[in-house]
Structure formats: C-alpha cells, structure tokens
C-alpha cells in the first residue's frame, strides 16, 4: 500500500496527465481500472477475519512486494499485449495491467518514506495510510473519506484473463505457494478485500462503539492530529539504513512518483498499442527499463538483500 483511496486517485491522475481520460470513461471501464490501482494487496486481504489462519495467497501479497516484482509486472503486462488499448474500447484485462504497474511506481516512491514514519507496532502502518488517504482526498478530490464508502469503487470480479495471470506469476516466480493456491481463491481473496473496506466504512462511528475500538488502526475519522505527509519537511530515516536521512515531504515524493508513472505508462501504451511486429521488442525493452524489478517496500532493486527494519515512528515524536 499506500491505501485505497490513495492508489485510485493515483491512478486516475496518472491517466489525466497522460490526456488518456477516455480509457474509464465508462463507469465499468473505471471500476476495473480502480481495481488493478490497488495492485497486489487485494491479497493481503485473504482471509482478514481474526479467527482464521493465515493463507497462501497472504504470504503470497507479501511476497510479491518484495521478489521478482518487475519480472510479474512484466508477465502481466505480457498476458494483455494484443488486447485493445483503445481509448474508446480499451480491453479490461489491458486496463487492470495498467493501473497495475501505476500502483507499483507509487509504492516503490512512498513506502520507505511510511515505513519509516509509521513504525513496526502492529496495525501502525495501516493507521498512517488511512490519515494519507484522509488528508489526500480532501486536498486533491474534494470529499471526506469517512463519509464515501471506497468499496463502490472498485467492486467488480476479476477477469477471467487476468486470474490466468496471476496463475501464471505464481507458477513462474513463486512455485512454492503457487501449489497451494486455486482458481477460485483468487476471485474469493479480491471479495475478502470488499468485505473488509465494507466492515471499515463507518460514517456514524457506531461499529468503532460496538466494536470497543478494535477496529480503530482501520476506520476514517474527520481530524488528522499528525503531519503525515511531512509537510514540515522533518528529517526521516531511509527504513534500510538508518545513516541515511531524508528530508522530502509527502507530496514531493507523490510529485517524483507522478513524473515517474506518467513516463512510464506514456511507454508502456505505446508498446500495448503498437501494431508493427518489429518495433515490438524494442518498446518492451523500453518498458521494461523503466519498470525495473524494484522492491514495492524499499524501492530498492529486488535482489538488494536490504530489509526495511529501522523507523523513527512519528507517534513517539
């Protein structure tokens, strides 16, 4: 992550740059869309219930944030080359990839930068993202998310190309969990993540009185009490080496993330749209470059071995 909210603004804005609108003009065609901005979380989501154990496809999500990132990002970008990429008819299997790879550039860009104001402590994460989403939809969209329920936009079934996919990413890059996975936990984990934005959504503050708090690190509220988009420009601690500071805000690292994502998804359409057979290989490569095989948490290269594990938690400040 980055939450919900967030990644579909994104998303959205991405292709507004780009002069693209016309892709989700279409209410279906934007709720796809919506639901390939939230990227390989949707996983994390499988099976959220307390009582129940943790899944294949959860240590799946976690895994994928961290291992051969590029390389699914290019297996899925693969499994949609030939759909339509029309603005007017695009293809929704070939719109879930793009915001796909959008989400990725977000996270790689803001992650370092929530881990190391969050923290470690359990549900800290979650809390600072939803304040990001809270302070970020007011500024940008103009509504309160404690009052509009995310859910309604992104509730739609997967396509049935793009569960082939995610099938054929786990048997590629994750062999061992792929075996404990099946066709149908797939569409089960993306309605788990419904349930939970449902459950979530609570405007009249009822289920956080019924629930004596416990579902507090997830809901909206109104007032945000910390600066956490660093608007102060604070000093922060790079989450994988602690010797290194930082001193960006949030919305310099949303701008960087921006000019990023627009480059990149300005290259990868014309790659998914490009009709001559020899210049194909050279606008993958192109693509390909500029995705990378970066870390979703650290924004690192893959096959850095540097774990996020240092923090400076803007509660404690």
Known sequence: MPNAWTHIIFGQLVLSKLGENRMIAAAEQKIIFNMGSQGPDFLLFNRFYPWQKNSALK???????????????????????????????????????????????????????????????KWDHQ???????????????????ISTPVWREITGELPEPIIAIYERIARNYYEELALNIQRKDWILSFRYMLRAHKLFHDPTGLKRLFTFGLLEPFL???????DVWNECMLPWIDPTD???VHHESGWMLWE?????????TRTVL???????????PELRNA???LIGNYSYESGLPCDSGLPIRYSEPIWLQ
Not at 66 to 89: F, Q, Y
Not at 256 to 264: K, Q
Not at 273 to 278: F, K, L, N, T
Request: one cysteine or more.
């Open 59 to 121: 240590e799946l999500g976690n895994v994928m944030h961290n291992k051969n990132c590029g390389l699914a990002i290019m297996e899925m970008l693969d499994g949609v080359k030939g759909r339509s990429a029309d603005p007017d008819t695009a293809d929704q299997s070939l719109l879930y990839a793009v915001a796909f790879v959008i989400h990725h550039v977000l996270d790689r860009h803001m992650h370092p930068f929530v881990y190391s104001r969050s923290g470690f402590l």
């Open 127 to 145: 809390r600072y993202e939803i304040m990001m989403d809270t302070i970020l939809a007011r500024k940008l969209a103009n509504f309160e998310t």
């Open 220 to 226: 909206y509220h109104r007032k945000v009490n910390y």
């Open 242 to 244: 602690n010797q290194i």
């Open 256 to 264: 960087r993330a921006l000019g990023d994502a627009v480059t990149i």
């Open 270 to 280: 014309q790659w998914l749209r490009c009709p001559d057979e020899e210049e194909l």
């Open 287 to 289: 693509a390909l470059s």
